[in-house]
C-alpha cells in the first residue's frame, strides 16, 4: 500500500513511496497528526542522487520491522532537500551546531510544534565504528519522549533559543573596496593547492565561484597570480576523473585531493557554473582546452539533462546497474583494460590506457580506473584518439545508466540559463542560445504567476507547491539578464525586474541583509539567511550580483542601493572566508570596476558590422560588464534610449558611473575599453 508521497512531484520522496514507512510529506497536518496522537516527528531529509540516502532507505526504510516501529511511535516526514531548501537550511543549522559536522540523509527528531531536539545524519542497521544503529537511535528517542519529556522539551527550547540569537553580523552595508578583494585574494593564495590546483585537501571540490573572482580580479588589476590559480585549476579538474572525459559535464567532486577519482554524481548547477567559468576562461586567455571543456560540458547539459519540457532536470545519480542486478557507485563510468580491448582491440586499447590512465591495479575499485588526461610527453594521433573516444562513449551507452532527477529546479535552471546563452554566444552555437531560451520560456510559463511569483520546482510540466526562495529569484533574473545581453531582448530585462523587485520588497531586510525565505512565506522556528557560497551562490550574493547588472542596464538607484547594501556581507567575510563567499567577490569585482555599460547601435541587429561589435562586447572581460544590442532609436532596453549611428555605422557606446567614453566604431577600440 503506497504511503502519502504517491502523489508528490518529487523524484526523490516518490522513491519512498512505496516504502512500509507511512510517510507524510511535509505538512501543517503532519505536525497537526503528530499533536493529536502525542507522537514526536522523525524528519528525514535528503535527495535523489544521495548515495548515503539510498543506503539507509535499502537498510531501514524497507524494513518491515523497522518501519512498523517508526510508524507505531514516530510522525513520520521525508524532505527533498532541493524541493525545500528553507526546511533543509534550518534544521541543518541545528545539526551543525550540535554535532559539529553534517550532511544527508540528515535525521532529525522534532516535538510536534517542529522543534528539534535530537539529530544525526546516516546511522548503520547494526552498531558499528561508535556508531548505534538506527533501530538504537529510534528506542532511545522513544524512550525519552515517553519518560523524559520535561528534559525533551527543554533541550528543543533551548536549541530553538540558539538558533534564535545567531543572528548574522556582518559590519556595515557598504561594499568591499581594493583593501578587502586584496586580503581575500591573499587569504585564497594561502589555501591554494599549488601542485594538484584548487583549494584545501580532500574531499576536493569545483570551486567555480572563487574562479569567477579569480578571472574578475586579474582583469581589473592584471594580477598574473590570480590567473594562474584560475588556469592551473582548471586545467587539472578537465584532465581529472572528475571531469567526464568521454561524455563531458563534471562529477560533484573529487574524493582525493588530485582530483582522479569523482563522487560520480552530476548536478545540474555544477555543471552550470563550471560550463560558464571555462568560457570566460578561454574569453580571457584563448585556451583550446578551456573552449572544448565549455563546450563539451554545455553539450552535456542539453543532451542529457534537457527535459521534454525544455527546462533542465536537476541530477544524475551516482550509482548503477553494474550488470549483475547491484547498483554500484561509478558503474557507469569507470573501465578495466579487459574492457577496453572488448571494445577497442588489443592495439588501441593499449593507446586508450595509456591515454587516459587506465591501469592493471586501477585507480578506483576492484581494479577498475576512473578515465582522466594525464600530463605525458607523447603526442597522440587526434583522429585516432577521437575515433577511440567515440566508441568507448558508443560501448558505455550500452551499459544500465545512472537514473535522473527529473525534477526542474528555477535556481539551476537559471544558471544553466546564463551560462548556455553566453557560451552559444562565444562559440556561434545559436542551438545553446535555443536551449536557454526554451528553459527560460518554461520558467516563464510554468514557474511564474500573474504576480511574477516563482515556483521552486516542476516535474513533467507540473508545477510543485513550493514556494520559490531568495536563489530562485537571483539565479533566474541572473540568467534572463544573461539572455537581455545575448538576443537583445527587452522582454528578458522586463522579467528580470518583476523578480528583483520582490527581492526587494519581499527577501529584504530593514538594514539591506537577505533572508533565503520571503516575508510572506511558511514560518519555521527560524527564518533562514545563509550569506555562504557552497555549492552555489548564495541567494544573497546571488542577488546582490543580478540587482546589480540590473541596476547598470536600467539606471534603477533602488537596485544599485540594495546590491551595494547586500555586499557589506562580503566586506566582512570576503578576508576571513574568501573559499566561502566566492561568487560574492566576483560580484564586489564588478561594483569596484562600475559595472561597465555597454550599449550597440546598428541599423539592423542582423547586421554584419553590429553583430561584430556585439560580440566583441561580448567577449570584453571587464568584470560584470552588461550589454544592449538594438537598432538606432529603438526603446527596447533602456541603453540604447538616445543612442544614435556614428557616420551612419552601427556604434558602440560604453559608459561607467553616469560618465561615456566617446562612442566608437571601431570593434578594436571597444575591444580595448573592455579589457578584450
Known amino acids: 500500500m503506497p504511503n502519502r508521497l504517491a502523489h508528490e512531484t518529487s523524484p526523490y520522496l516518490l522513491q519512498h513511496a512505496d516504502n512500509p514507512v507511512d510517510w507524510w510529506p511535509w505538512s501543517a497536518e503532519a505536525f497537526e497528526e503528530a499533536r493529536k496522537t502525542n507522537k514526536p516527528v522523525l524528519l528525514s531529509v535528503g535527495y535523489s542522487s544521495c548515495h548515503w540516502c539510498h543506503v539507509l532507505a535499502r537498510e531501514s526504510f524497507e524494513d518491515e520491522a523497522v518501519a512498523a516501529f517508526m510508524n507505531e511511535h514516530f510522525v513520520n516526514i521525508k524532505v527533498d532537500r532541493e524541493e525545500r531548501p528553507d526546511v533543509d537550511a534550518v534544521y541543518m543549522e541545528a545539526v551543525q551546531a550540535a554535532t559539529g559536522q553534517g550532511g544527508w540523509p540528515m535525521t532529525v527528531f522534532l516535538t510536534p510544534d517542529a522543534e528539534p531536539f535530537y539529530f544525526g545524519t546516516y546511522f548503520p542497521p ?23 519529556r520535561d528534559e525533551v522539551a527543554e533541550v528543543a527550547g533551548k536549541i530553538v533559543r540558539d538558533l534564535a540569537g545567531r543572528e548574522i553580523s556582518y559590519g556595515d552595508s557598504q561594499a568591499p573596496g ?28 569545483p570551486p567555480s565561484m572563487v574562479v569567477e573572482f579569480l578571472l574578475r580580479h586579474h582583469a581589473r588589476t592584471g594580477a598574473e597570480g590570480a590567473l594562474q590559480m584560475a588556469r592551473d585549476t582548471c586545467e587539472r579538474m578537465a584532465r581529472g576523473g572528475i571531469h567526464d572525459q568521454l561524455g563531458g559535464g563534471f562529477a560533484r567532486y573529487s574524493v582525493d585531493r588530485d582530483w582522479i577519482v569523482p563522487h560520480f554524481e552530476k548536478m545540474l548547477y555544477d ?9 570566460h576562461l578561454w574569453r580571457a586567455t584563448g585556451s583550446d582546452l578551456a573552449r572544448r571543456v565549455a563546450l563539451d560540458t554545455a553539450d552535456f547539459m542539453v543532451r542529457e539533462l534537457r527535459t521534454a519540457e525544455g527546462g533542465f532536470a536537476s541530477a544524475l545519480d551516482a550509482d548503477s546497474d553494474d550488470g549483475t542486478g547491484r547498483h554500484v557507485e561509478g558503474a557507469y563510468y569507470v573501465w578495466t583494460p579487459e574492457q577496453l580491448s572488448e571494445v577497442l582491440g588489443e592495439q588501441d586499447a593499449e593507446l586508450a590506457a595509456q591515454y587516459f590512465g587506465v591501469t592493471e591495479e586501477g585507480t578506483f575499485e576492484h581494479g577498475q580506473s576512473v578515465l582522466q588526461l594525464p600530463q605525458q610527453d607523447t603526442v597522440f594521433d587526434a583522429e585516432r584518439i577521437e575515433s577511440i573516444r567515440r566508441r568507448l562513449l558508443d560501448a558505455r551507452a550500452q551499459r544500465p545508466a545512472p537514473g535522473r532527477d527529473d525534477k526542474v529546479v528555477a535556481a539551476w535552471n537559471g544558471l544553466a540559463i546564463a551560462a548556455l ?10 542551438d545553446l542560445v535555443d ?6 520560456d518554461l520558467l516563464v510559463r510554468l514557474h511564474l504567476d500573474e504576480q511574477a511569483r516563482l515556483s521552486r520546482t516542476s516535474k513533467d510540466g507540473q508545477v510543485g507547491a513550493n514556494a520559490g526562495v531568495l536563489e530562485d529569484y537571483a539565479d533566474v533574473a541572473e540568467g534572463f539578464l544573461a539572455l537581455a545581453s545575448v538576443t537583445g531582448e527587452g522582454v528578458w530585462l522586463d522579467f528580470a525586474g518583476f523578480l528583483l523587485d520582490h ?18 512565506a511558511e514560518r519555521l522556528i ?14 544573497w550574493t546571488a542577488a546582490a550580483g543580478a540587482l546589480l547588472s540590473y541596476a547598470a542596464q536600467t539606471g534603477s538607484e533602488p537596485h544599485r542601493e540594495g546590491a551595494e547594501k547586500a555586499l557589506g556581507v562580503v566586506k566582512a567575510l570576503g578576508p576571513r572566508v574568501p573559499r566561502f563567499v566566492g561568487w560574492g567577490l566576483a560580484v564586489a569585482e564588478a561594483f569596484l570596476d562600475g559595472p561597465k555599460e555597454v550599449a550597440i547601435v546598428g541599423p539592423a541587429p542582423t547586421d554584419d558590422a553590429t553583430k561584430a561589435l556585439h560580440r566583441t562586447a561580448l567577449l570584453g572581460t571587464a568584470p560584470g560588464a552588461v550589454v544592449a544590442v538594438g537598432t538606432a532609436g529603438s526603446d527596447e532596453l533602456p541603453l540604447l534610449a538616445d543612442r544614435v549611428l556614428v557616420d551612419g555605422r552601427p556604434t558602440a557606446y560604453v559608459c561607467r558611473h553616469f560618465t561615456c567614453d566617446a562612442p566608437t566604431t571601431d570593434a578594436e577600440a571597444l575591444r580595448v575599453a573592455l579589457g578584450g
Open 421 to 430: 546563452a553566453e557560451t552559444g554566444a562565444y562559440f556561434d552555437r545559436p
Open 526 to 539: 527560524r527564518r533562514p539567511q545563509d550569506p555562504t557560497d557552497n555549492a552555489v551562490p548564495s541567494g
Open 503 to 520: 527581492v526587494l520588497s519581499r527577501f529584504a531586510g530593514e538594514d539591506g541583509a537577505l533572508f533565503d525565505t520571503a516575508a510572506d
Open 178 to 205: 581594493e583593501e578587502q578583494l586584496a586580503a581575500a585574494l591573499l587569504g585564497l593564495t594561502r589555501e591554494y593547492d599549488a601542485q594538484r590546483g584548487g583549494f584545501g585537501g580532500a574531499p576536493k571540490f
Open 271 to 279: 555543471n552550470a557554473l563550471l560550463c560558464r567559468v571555462y568560457a
Open 126 to 148: 547494526s552498531p558499528r565504528q561508535g556508531m548505534p544503529s538506527f533501530r538504537q537511535v529510534l528506542e532511545g528517542v522513544r524512550a525519552a519522549w515517553s519518560d523524559r
Open 435 to 440: 536551449a536557454a531560451l526554451g528553459a527560460a
